[in-house]
């Protein structure tokens, strides 16, 4: 029996340039035929969006590109408002959104201003929320439709320099398992990837990434870095029926660093 999402629309949120992880999950999907709407922030990380999505299968030649501030409420109801407008049904929401301004990204945890603790929870980890909840609200998704977020595994121990941004991944898983019991009795599911360190352009902001990444290596079961197609892929599972018993839950995609004691 072969394998494909051909008919399957999803959203991919997040995308930047050819680095992020978003990009990775939507070449995924696109490998396996799944038609894709991208959602970004701002002129400059649209024109790099026009730019992949050439890259894409013909289905996805000409994806909507929307430019989404997830900072505030009306432009996520206007994005599923927009998205019903088209009468597109959505099997799946990919959620890659996170910020934290870069100088709390090294250092000592306790010198994050409230503001910038504010920021970073608001756009890593509530922006979550308000999407499923204006996605469920505007009655695009699929009957079984799946939503993901991205993690890393700051949000579960301490990891040196990722200070704020290790406290609001916390906070997402936290909000994913809440969030799968409020969306499970519709009939839709949420899980989150935790990637191991991968050389985007917000991973490398983070202080002494560098010795992150050359430590996994060394010490992962695996001894190889995570690069953006194996997350890709362990989406499309994650996305499609194939993990239809599967919510609530926190899948590594790091090699199988999370596993080592020391």
């Known amino acids: 029996m072969s394998f494909n999402l051909k008919g399957q629309t999803y959203l991919v949120m997040g995308v930047a340039n050819n ?7 939507a070449q995924s999907l696109d490998k396996f035929g799944a038609t894709l709407i991208f959602s970004s922030t701002g002129e400059r990380s649209i024109a790099q969006v026009e730019k992949l999505r050439g890259q894409l299968g013909e289905q996805n030649q000409e994806a909507l590109i929307f430019d989404t501030d997830v900072s505030q409420d009306q432009p996520i109801i206007d994005l599923f408002a927009a998205i019903k407008e088209r009468n597109i049904t959505l099997s799946g929401v990919a959620h890659c959104i996170a910020f934290s301004n870069k100088e709390n990204l090294k250092g000592d945890y306790y010198e994050v201003g409230r503001a910038d603790y504010l920021l970073a929870q608001d756009i890593s980890s509530y922006s979550l929320t308000a999407v499923v909840r204006e996605a469920e609200k505007s009655g695009v998704l699929a009957a079984h439709a799946s939503f993901i977020t991205l993690s890393y595994l700051g949000g579960e121990r301490a990891v040196e320099n ?11 898983e936290a909000s994913v398992k809440y969030l799968a019991g409020d969306i499970g009795k519709l009939g839709h599911r949420i899980n989150t ?3 191991g360190p991968i050389r985007t352009v917000s991973g490398r902001a983070v202080g002494g990434f560098s010795k ?26 994650l996305l499609s029926e194939m993990s239809r018993g599967v919510t609530g839950e926190t899948i590594h995609v790091d090699g199988g660093f999370h596993s080592v004691g020391f």
């Open 19 to 25: 680095w992020s992880i978003a990009w990775g999950i």
């Open 162 to 172: 990722y200070n704020v941004m290790g406290v609001a991944k916390a906070a997402l």
């Open 193 to 195: 990837i935790s990637a």
């Open 212 to 237: 992150i990444t050359e430590m996994m290596e060394e010490r992962a079961p695996l001894h190889t870095a995570t690069n953006i197609a194996e997350v890709g892929d362990t989406a499309v599972y």
